[in-house]
């Protein structure tokens, strides 16, 4: 019996060192990662929902959040779930608290076990997963 793949239709992405090219700016925001932020914008033209899952919170949450939108890079929710899995979530534990953890099928984040050993996100794989394609034939494509 073959495993079948789960579509990823909801992604939480990390900032610092995941959509910038280091994490070392705090609290100021460092150089967007244009590939990091390219794919997620395609993600969600696809119809895909995209978190920013972050520590940043009040100014520097709010410095991030505007450099990823001149970048065109808007999200679906900021440290929280999605309203409807939210209401998922309520419908069927209605006597239950709300967890903090953020409901993702996909999480990128510099620090993930891949992040630490290669010392990057490897965006041609999140590419793949994402949308079918490598990055070449994104770049390809899209002509960005």
Known sequence: MTKQKKAIQI?????DGTLTL???NYPECGQIDIVAVEVLKEFRR???KVILWTCRYDEALDNALAVCRENGLLFDAVNDNLPE???KWRAT????KMSRKIYADMYIDDRSAEAVFDGRIDWDSV???LLGKTLDKFWREYDI
């Open 11 to 15: 992604v939480a992405v990390d900032f």
């Open 22 to 24: 280091s994490d070392d």
């Open 93 to 96: 534990h209605p006597n239950a």
């Open 46 to 48: 696809g119809g895909g």
């Open 85 to 87: 899995q939210s209401a």
């Open 127 to 129: 590419c793949s997963l």
